[in-house]
């Protein structure tokens, strides 16, 4: 228990030095000026988009109607919002805003938004270089995840568990799985650069990509990767001592620490709580791979020397366990913030598979534990063949549990996604409108509505309407009475948007017995 009581203490220290930063995560457009698919009768002076968090620019592309960039628009970003103004009044026809931003998660996001100025014309095609890039980042992680946590576990279980210098031939192995480790995040690093800038395969020989994925909260998780690597080689490299064991345990809160410095849970609220959990869980998961890895056979060590050490491990491994039930059920209320939400989102469904896999590798450990060991050890060679199989089955749900915690680097989680709210803003000689909808989607929606006369000043209304149809005349409008709230805005809760597209939106304000004024946008909902 002195060993468990000094790791204890350790992840506590380490949990602190990790960096705090307030955000939300997968950033999203709240708000686009124009609006998306508008028609304008004029020019606009500039087009503002706004997210739901602070972003970093990373392309953004103003394309004229035949397709050609315009250069000659300048780009400027404050916080949450990007703007861009033409040099020029823009010719007639429909324009293209192509963007791709990043947020504190370290996850790129891009979109594109179309405008016309006093006609529509034909839709310019915004160019990518996607192809199979997500396959290769999706791939490329899995053998990150595997690679790192097998190393710096398999390290970390034979320094503090060897009553002597682990075996030569074990720790050969793990010195060949650290260098993969450190090559895998290398790839893992240059796809993200690709992925930020949106660029192919020949992009790894300019400068700019790499430049712009270390300056990423990514490039912070790879540095630490790198860190843990190295040091889990010098841990190895060394006898079994006092030096030795801080080495491993150096290396087990490297690789915590890699996992807490970005990604979807990592940039949650509230900070402190979410970046501590995310490194127990790691820490957990790093000191349960290597059992795993001598159960399997990876580390070669011989049967009396594999059991004496797994019983020393017990207690640790008893602790690693529980650490990963807390800190998984706090990353998971807080990222999929309802019930409803699991079955509802891309997201919640990986959710569903991580858990029927790790269910999976519980009933398989409980199965070789409590019946196929004491057969086997009593000398049934059925029961040590079926005992081979069960472990192999571990460390194979090991792998699918990876695989499905990569697919999260696709999939925005719920919580992010019940924040979002998104702001149409309509703007007329006479009055304008800034309607927010939240969430912006199909089902229920609020409306928020502030109104101010056409030159920015003060209007007072008696009465507010919100009108909402479907572009397509699909049904018939849907209108809905605003409450007036005590800072003047007006309210709607209960819009209920049948499916996603495009809809006509008006809003109509009786500002005196005999006069109303309406105006009209369209708004997407997602």
Request: aromatic share 6%; net charge positive; with cysteine.
């Amino acid at each position: 228990m002195k060993l468990a009581r000094l790791l204890l203490a350790f992840c506590a220290l380490a949990t602190a030095l990790v960096p705090g930063a307030s955000a939300w995560a997968h950033a999203t457009l709240v708000l686009a000026i124009p609006s998306d698919g508008a028609v304008l009768e004029q020019s606009p002076a500039k087009i503002v988009l706004r997210f739901n968090e602070a972003i970093t620019p990373l392309i953004i592309r103003l394309l004229d109607p035949a397709g050609h960039p315009i250069d000659s628009a300048s780009v400027r970003a404050v916080n949450d919002t990007i703007e861009i103004q033409p040099a020029e009044a823009l010719r007639r026809g429909t324009h293209t805003v192509s963007y791709r931003i990043i947020s504190a998660d370290g996850h790129p996001v891009g979109g594109a938004l179309t405008f016309s100025v006093g006609q529509t014309s034909a839709t310019a095609t915004v160019p990518t270089q996607l192809g199979g890039r997500a396959i290769a980042i999706w791939l490329s992680r899995l053998l990150y995840y595997l690679a790192l946590l097998c190393g710096a576990g398999g390290a970390i279980f034979l320094v503090l568990t060897a009553r002597a210098s682990p075996q030569n031939s074990a720790r050969r192995r793990l010195h060949w799985l650290l260098a993969s480790t450190a090559a895998i995040a290398i790839v893992c690093l240059a796809l993200q650069g690709l992925d930020m800038l949106d660029l192919g395969v020949a992009g790894l020989l300019e400068a700019k990509a790499w430049i712009a994925a270390m300056r990423s909260t990514y490039g912070a998780t790879i540095a630490l990767a790198l860190c843990a690597c190295m040091l889990a080689a010098l841990a190895l490299a060394r006898d079994a001592s006092t030096r030795t064991k801080v080495l491993a345990l150096a290396t087990l809160a490297a690789t915590g620490a890699s996992f807490a410095a970005s990604g979807h849970a990592s940039t949650a609220s509230p900070q402190w709580l979410m970046r501590a959990a995310v490194f127990v869980h790691l820490v957990a998961v790093t000191l349960l791979a290597g059992p795993l890895l001598a159960l399997v056979g990876v580390l070669p060590l011989l049967a009396d020397q594999r059991s004496a050490a797994l019983r020393r491990i017990r207690g640790v491994a008893l602790f690693g366990f529980l650490a990963l039930c807390a800190s998984g059920a706090i990353l998971a209320i807080v990222q999929i913030s309802s019930v409803a939400a699991i079955t509802n989102s891309s997201y919640g469904w990986l959710f569903l598979a991580k858990l029927v896999g790790i269910l999976g590798l519980l009933i398989a450990f409980a199965v070789n534990r409590a019946a196929l060991a004491p057969a086997a050890r009593r000398g049934s060679a059925t029961a040590r063949r079926w005992a081979r199989r069960t472990i192999s089955l571990q460390f194979g749900l090991f792998v699918c549990v990876l695989a499905i915690t990569a697919g999260w680097r696709f999939t925005p989680p719920p919580r992010a996604l019940a924040d979002v709210q998104r702001i149409m803003h309509i703007h007329t000689d006479k009055m304008m409108a800034m309607v927010t909808f939240k969430p912006a989607g199909v089902g229920a929606n609020s409306a928020h509505i502030e109104l101010q006369t056409g030159d920015f000043g003060e209007t007072i209304a008696k009465e507010v309407r919100l009108i909402a149809w479907p572009v397509d005349g699909a049904i018939e409008p849907l209108e809905r009475q605003a409450r007036h709230q005590p800072d003047g805005a007006w309210v709607i809760d209960d819009l209920h948007i049948a499916y996603a597209g495009k809809w006509n939106i008006q809003v109509e304000a009786l500002v005196s017995d005999f006069d109303k004024i309406a105006i009209e946008d369209t708004f997407v909902f997602n």
